[in-house]
Every structure is written in structure tokens, then in C-alpha cells.
């Protein structure tokens, strides 16, 4: 039988390693490509609605592409 019990060290684990997976890319996706790519497409296409759409999809791709990697390595 296997026990669903969760102990204190065993969240502190998990919650260590969604920092460790998660906390630089967020960081890196808060700061630098969503800004940069929020103000480059409305520029580069020359319209503010669709150069939204269109960096908030580069900015969520940029963000999830080494999630999706390391799930399709690690499973």
C-alpha cells in the first residue's frame, strides 16, 4: 500500500525544486524578454493590439520552450 502522507521535508523539497526549475526563467521572463518583446513587435508590425498578441506569444514561448525540453528529456 502506498502512503499519501506528506511530510515537512518532503515539501520543502518540492517547493526548493519549482524555485530551482522555475524561479530563474520566471525572473528572466519578468524582467528581460516579456518588456523587450511587449515593446518590439507593437514597433516592428506597426500595430499596437496584434504586436501585443503577437510578443506575449514570443514571450510565452520563450518561457515554457526549457520546460517542455525537460519534460520531454526527463519522461
Do not use: C, Q, W
Not at 520543502?12 to 519549482?18: A, E, G, P, S, W
Not at 493590439?49 to 514571450?59: E, M, Q, S, T, Y
Amino acid at each position: 500500500m502506498v502512503s499519501n502522507k506528506i511530510t515537512f521535508s518532503i515539501l520543502i523539497k518540492t517547493v526548493r525544486n519549482l524555485f530551482l526549475e522555475f524561479g530563474p526563467g520566471e525572473y528572466f521572463d519578468s524582467f528581460i524578454v516579456r518588456p523587450f518583446a511587449m515593446y518590439l513587435f507593437p514597433k516592428l508590425l506597426h500595430n499596437l493590439p496584434l504586436g501585443l498578441v503577437v510578443g506575449k506569444l514570443a514571450a510565452d514561448i520563450t518561457f515554457y520552450f526549457p520546460t517542455m525540453y525537460h519534460l520531454r528529456k526527463v519522461g
